[in-house]
């Protein structure tokens, strides 16, 4: 489980694609503290590390799920990647539930300097079976975006608002977003649990 706290934005170093699979290597300041089969959030996408060089280079690896539902197989030799470990169960949780199962992807169709802060919108495809299974957003409610929580406001049917503020913009991917960039989203747990007991009692 993650609280969607970032704690870096890592370069990827490398790319390889292994039949249906793609191994990403990343280059990060922790790298030391990591050890192989620990989960680690990439843009919200919950991986497990492979391999551990003495570069403080780290490898883990995406299978074809995750790539088609995720940003996961977009990423090149040089972009920034947003990283989490898992919680500690003695930690506070500063986010929201985060699990690192990413539900869809969303593109971001504006962004907006405004008092400080800057305000990015993102558009995804809303199907109805998968809002009632819970898959949206609510004014006021937690989503994640490329593995950072964020507050959402202004909720559409199939869009959102929210807004960075200058510490989040520096030290996150939110630096490289721009109109068309493809993000990872994960709706709030929550509201997915609600949804399904709906849907169970009106059986």
Do not use: W
Request: net charge negative.
């Amino acid at each position: 489980m993650f609280s969607g706290i970032v704690e870096e934005a890592a370069r990827v170093v490398a790319v390889e694609n292994k039949g249906s699979n793609v191994d990403l290597s990343i280059h990060c300041s922790f790298t030391g503290e990591l050890h192989i089969d620990q989960s680690v959030a990439h843009n919200g996408v919950c991986l497990t590390v492979v391999d551990i060089k003495p570069d403080d280079t780290y490898t883990v690896t995406a299978v074809r799920e995750t790539l088609e539902r995720s940003n996961i197989g977009l990423l090149k030799p040089g972009d920034l990647v947003n990283l989490e470990r898992s919680m500690l169960m003695n930690g506070r949780l500063d986010g929201h539930i985060v699990q690192g199962h990413v539900d869809t992807t969303a593109v971001c169709t504006s962004v907006e300097e405004l008092d400080g802060s800057t305000y990015f919108s993102f558009r995804y495809d809303a199907k109805p079976e998968m809002v009632a299974k819970g898959y949206m957003t609510v004014e006021k409610g937690s989503v994640t975006v490329n593995g950072v929580s964020l507050t959402v406001c202004d909720s559409e049917p199939d869009s959102f608002r929210v807004a960075i503020i200058p510490y989040t913009f520096e030290h996150t991917n939110f630096c490289k977003i721009k109109v068309g960039t493809v993000v990872n989203l994960e709706f709030d747990i929550i509201g997915k649990y609600l949804a399904r007991l709906s849907e169970l009692q009106s059986l």
